[in-house]
T-cell receptor
Framework: SQQGEEDPQALSIQEGENATMNCSYK?????LQWYRQNSGRGLVHLIL?????REKHSGRLRVTLDTSKKSSSLLITASRAADTASYFC??????????????FGRGTQLTVWP | NAGVTQTPKFQVLKTGQSMTLQCAQD?????MYWYRQDPGMGLRLIYY???????DKGEVPNGYNVSRLNKREFSLRLESAAPSQTSVYFC???????????FGDGTRLSIL
């Protein structure tokens, strides 16, 4: 399977704490993307990291990519109750392709308690 | 700016009935995608259209057909619905290159 796999499947923390989610994948990638899904809604893109990048930041989000280990992590700092959602990693494995097909993992359900 | 719009939001069908799920995007995106999301399975690609006039199978195309009606619209058809097709269906679109996908809010489909 080309899918990414997130770990843990579920994460429960208090407001103010940091949340770390991991993603492992099996094939070489063009880029890796993280999405958030609130209950009953569609996925919302958070951040894209290319295969030649090691780290990216966006507000309270920090994403790292280790292509040698075929893994990525998403760190949310100073979590808020509004961060409660499912988080998915998605890999774009087709270098040079214009198809843009993504392969999603099964997601991490993050719950942030007030 | 509505983004990606899916209709209907909810639908209940009987086994053997047919229906078409509609998707439209107003962002002038080139590529469009249909996914299904099942509990514990993540999202799986059913069909995609890399550009207007082209469609290709994804991971789980059996039992479905698609039509890229124009650059804005990409429909998914179930010809003879089966209980195994009970799922939440998401449409997405993407401009080109290393750009993220934009998702609609989904169609929740139950087949009895």
């Amino acid at each position: 399977s080309q899918q990414g796999e997130e770990d843990p499947q579920a994460l429960s923390i208090q407001e103010g704490e940091n949340a770390t989610m991991n993603c492992s994948y099996k094939t070489s990638i063009n880029n890796l993307q993280w999405y958030r899904q609130n209950s009953g809604r569609g996925l919302v893109h958070l951040i894209l990291i290319r295969s030649n990048e090691r780290e990216k930041h966006s507000g309270r989000l920090r994403v790292t990519l280790d292509t040698s280990k075929k893994s990525s992590s998403l760190l949310i700092t100073a979590s808020r109750a509004a961060d409660t959602a499912s988080y998915f990693c998605a890999t774009d494995p087709e270098r040079g392709s214009t198809l843009g097909r993504l392969y999603f993992g099964r997601g991490t359900q993050l719950t942030v308690w007030p | 700016n509505a983004g990606v719009t899916q209709t209907p939001k909810f639908q209940v069908l009987k086994t053997g009935q047919s229906m078409t799920l509609q998707c439209a995007q107003d962002m002038n995106h080139n590529s469009m995608y249909w996914y299904r999301q099942d509990p514990g399975m993540g999202l799986r690609l059913i069909y995609y259209s890399a550009s207007e006039g082209t469609t290709d199978k994804g991971e789980v195309p059996n039992g479905y057909n698609v039509s890229r009606l124009n650059k804005r619209e990409f429909s998914l058809r179930l010809e003879s619905a089966a209980p195994s097709q009970t799922s939440v269906y998401f449409c997405a679109s993407r401009r080109q290159g290393d750009q993220p996908q934009h998702f609609g809010d989904g169609t929740r489909l139950s087949i009895l």
